[in-house]
């Protein structure tokens, strides 16, 4: 085997698709856009939602029930959870929960009642339940809501 003999696999070379040089080149005339029609015009781009004049699907599904745009969203946290976490008179804030990896500082907290606790914590969080706030002040433990 010498050198000048050495060439590509078979099918490994392929040629460039020329198209709109002439009849000789194989795409010539219509140049593979068909004949007619917004896909043959140039500088047309067609957006991938557009469904050809049909009624597009968004519009084709129902829309149900009511988005209430001044719902607040929390993000929860069970008294069990704290009780796990923290040490008795411990100061409880968003800030220190995230640092513990009880929330995801995205949305303001709020502490629900599921679960016991029987140490005093001093709890600072956006927003409390009723049967939560009750527990935690029979622990002996203080709360304060944040704005």
Not at 21 to 50: D, E, V
Not at 65 to 79: H, L, S
């Amino acid at each position: 085997m010498k050198l000048q003999d050495l060439k590509p696999a078979k099918g490994a070379k392929k040629r460039r698709k020329i198209v709109g040089r002439g009849p000789g080149s194989g795409h010539g005339l219509y140049a593979t856009r068909g004949i007619k029609g917004q896909k043959a015009r140039s500088g047309t781009s067609i957006s991938p939602r557009f469904e050809g004049g049909q009624m597009p699907l968004v519009r084709r599904i129902p829309k149900r029930g009511f988005n209430n745009f001044t719902r607040k969203e929390y993000t929860v946290v069970n008294i069990e959870m704290l009780a796990a976490k923290f040490e008795a008179g411990a100061e409880v804030t968003p800030d220190i929960m995230v640092q513990k990896k009880l929330v995801k500082m995205k949305l303001p907290v709020k502490l629900l009642g599921n679960g016991e606790i029987n140490k005093a914590l001093n709890i600072k969080v956006h927003a409390f339940s009723k049967s939560a706030a009750e527990k935690i002040t029979k622990a002996g433990g203080t709360i304060a809501v944040i704005k």
